[in-house]
Nanobody, 122 residues
Framework: VQLQASGGGLVQPGGSLRLSCATS????????VGWVRQALGKEREGVSC????????YYGNSTKGRFTISRDNAKSAVYLQMNSLKPEDTAVYYC????????????????WGQGTLVTVSS
């Protein structure tokens, strides 16, 4: 199982970014795949996940209404559209996979990609 996140960068408050997670080594539709973030000095936090039925099964309270997760099984990819970004969204964002029932617990997820840094600052 391989997951590779990309799309991070520096953005001003109120701006948008789209993260991508390229997956390989497993059949995407059989897993819930999503995003976990970790800000400097803080614990990892589940952000969002989407299951094999293309249902977004989880959004964290801090990102609900601003972030949208989607997946393209044909491309073996998962995306996170982040709008109205705030400085507190600054973190390393990781793409991760695991059983739907284990989200949003980072310690219960099976597979992780490397992170991509999102910095929200003016």
């Amino acid at each position: 199982v391989q997951l590779q996140a990309s799309g991070g960068g520096l953005v001003q408050p109120g701006g948008s970014l789209r993260l991508s997670c390229a997956t390989s080594g497993f059949t995407l539709k059989y897993y819930a795949v999503g995003w976990v973030r970790q800000a400097l000095g803080k614990e990892r936090e589940g952000v969002s996940c989407i299951d094999g039925f293309d249902v977004a099964t989880y959004y964290g309270n801090s990102t609900k209404g601003r972030f949208t997760i989607s997946r393209d099984n044909a491309k073996s990819a998962v995306y996170l559209q982040m709008n109205s970004l705030k400085p507190e969204d600054t973190a390393v964002y990781y793409c991760a996979a695991g059983p739907t029932e284990n989200w949003p617990r980072p310690d219960r997820l099976d597979s992780w990609g490397q992170g991509t840094l999102v910095t929200v600052s003016s």
